[in-house]
């Protein structure tokens, strides 16, 4: 069975230009949700996904959105980068969406902001 | 502002001993935890989980211990290899936050020859 995948693995933007992040979950997982690590900050939740509905978000400002697609594949979006932004992404899936249950992580997206 | 790095406790341990991390959780509702490794570069790996119904559970190799009373989570890792040098979290759920996982600062394990 195949991991959560998560495209692309490295992406350099400018300050003020907009990026979009993939997340592909393990094959029946439909829940998928999204963390930012940081060395100044650690691993901090960003929003998650199930059944295409946001069910729970972090303390972000709104330029950070996202969406689920019906096969469970979901996509991260920032707005107006910063150079703060800078960070690496990771993608974790779940099978149920009821908490409690074990998430897996993909390798992540490295965004550098310049 | 500039970030400041987070400082992460480091456990240097010697190849074929015991190691021990801890973890102090921040929310005596929490009901589930998971052990993540993370290697340079690499997303967090799930090692092993443990309901609060439980105090202990293993797996290959590894230990988790739940202690509620302080709010208090441990990995035991046996015959610790130069593999296992890596960081490791502890993540903790909340009842009716669905998925989201809270993360503590992680623990830097180092393992010499």
């Known amino acids: 069975k195949a991991g959560v995948t998560q495209t692309p693995r490295y992406l350099i933007k400018t300050r003020g230009q907009q990026v979009t992040l993939s997340c592909s979950p393990i094959s029946g997982h439909r829940s998928v949700s999204w963390y930012q690590q940081t060395p100044g900050q650690g691993l901090q939740f960003l929003f998650e996904y199930f059944s295409e509905t946001q069910r729970n978000k972090g303390n972000f400002p709104g330029r950070f959105s996202g969406r689920q697609f019906s096969n469970s594949r979901s996509e991260m979006n920032v707005s107006t980068l910063e150079l703060g932004d800078s960070a690496l992404y990771l993608c974790?899936?779940?099978?149920?969406?009821?908490?409690?249950?074990?998430?897996?992580f993909g390798q992540g997206t490295r965004l550098t902001v310049v | 502002g500039e970030s400041v790095g987070l400082h992460l406790p480091t456990l240097s341990v010697q190849e074929g001993d015991n190691s021990i991390i801890n973890c102090a959780y921040s929310?005596?509702?929490?009901?589930?935890f998971i052990w993540y490794k993370q290697e340079s570069g690499k997303g967090p790996q799930f090692i092993i989980d443990i309901r609060s119904n439980m105090d202990k559970r293993q797996g290959q190799r590894v230990t988790v211990l739940l202690n509620k009373t302080v709010k208090h989570l441990s990995l035991q890792i046996a015959a610790t290899q130069p593999g296992d040098s890596a960081v490791y979290f502890c993540?903790?759920?909340?009842?009716?936050?669905?998925?989201?996982?809270?993360f503590g600062t992680g623990t830097r394990l180092q393992v010499t020859l």
């Open positions: 974790a899936s779940s099978a149920s969406g009821q908490g409690g249950t074990e998430a897996f």
């Open positions: 929310n005596s509702a929490s009901d589930y």
């Open positions: 993540a903790e759920n909340r009842p009716g936050t669905a998925s989201k996982l809270t």
